[in-house]
């Protein structure tokens, strides 16, 4: 007689939210935040345009509201400070809020990187191999949220612990 464990886990309910302006997206982050202090989980990526975002995932309990938003120095600053723990009443002003143009889509990445880290509670690194083919994958555990950086191909994984 086999038993099975039923999924308690509850079912996450995403929502994804478009918006006209860059602007009302992050003042619908700002309410959101101010109302309930809550967890973000943000991915930072740049798109076909050179445009920097991060693709954010705002969760209350089992229920979470998804949107790109455009990311520049100001509104990086703010979602950093909100995320190690700066009290709603002393995150930085943002006033402008046109995506930062991005030349180089690596580096962007890793100096996004170090800034997250810096302020990480805890980091994880996950390799995945496939097909022959090695991929990293780096998460970072903030007070607020978490920050997952998309895979980066790793051509020899022993330079990974030199």
């Given at each position: 007689n086999i038993k099975f464990a039923e999924n308690t886990a509850p079912v996450l309910h995403q929502t994804i939210v478009k918006a006209n302006s860059n602007e009302e997206l992050f003042n619908l982050l700002k309410r959101a935040i101010g109302k309930n202090p809550t967890r973000v989980i943000i991915t930072p990526r740049v798109d076909v345009a050179q445009n920097a975002y991060y693709w954010i995932g705002v969760r209350f309990g089992n229920k979470e509201l998804d949107f790109k938003l455009a990311v520049n120095e100001e509104i990086k600053s703010y979602l950093r400070a909100y995320m190690v723990g700066t009290e709603i009443d002393s995150l930085p002003e943002?006033?402008?809020?046109?995506?930062?143009?991005?030349?180089?889509?690596?580096?962007?990445?890793?100096?996004?990187?170090?800034?997250h880290k810096s302020g990480a509670l805890k980091t994880e690194e996950l390799l995945t191999m496939r097909d022959g083919v090695n991929y990293l994958h780096n998460k970072y555990t903030l007070m607020r949220g978490r920050i997952y950086y998309p895979s980066t191909k790793v051509d020899d994984v022993l330079s990974l612990v030199e």
């Amino acid at each position: 007689n086999i038993k099975f464990a039923e999924n308690t886990a509850p079912v996450l309910h995403q929502t994804i939210v478009k918006a006209n302006s860059n602007e009302e997206l992050f003042n619908l982050l700002k309410r959101a935040i101010g109302k309930n202090p809550t967890r973000v989980i943000i991915t930072p990526r740049v798109d076909v345009a050179q445009n920097a975002y991060y693709w954010i995932g705002v969760r209350f309990g089992n229920k979470e509201l998804d949107f790109k938003l455009a990311v520049n120095e100001e509104i990086k600053s703010y979602l950093r400070a909100y995320m190690v723990g700066t009290e709603i009443d002393s995150l930085p002003e943002v006033a402008n809020f046109e995506p930062e143009q991005v030349e180089d889509v690596q580096e962007w990445l890793t100096n996004n990187m170090g800034f997250h880290k810096s302020g990480a509670l805890k980091t994880e690194e996950l390799l995945t191999m496939r097909d022959g083919v090695n991929y990293l994958h780096n998460k970072y555990t903030l007070m607020r949220g978490r920050i997952y950086y998309p895979s980066t191909k790793v051509d020899d994984v022993l330079s990974l612990v030199e």
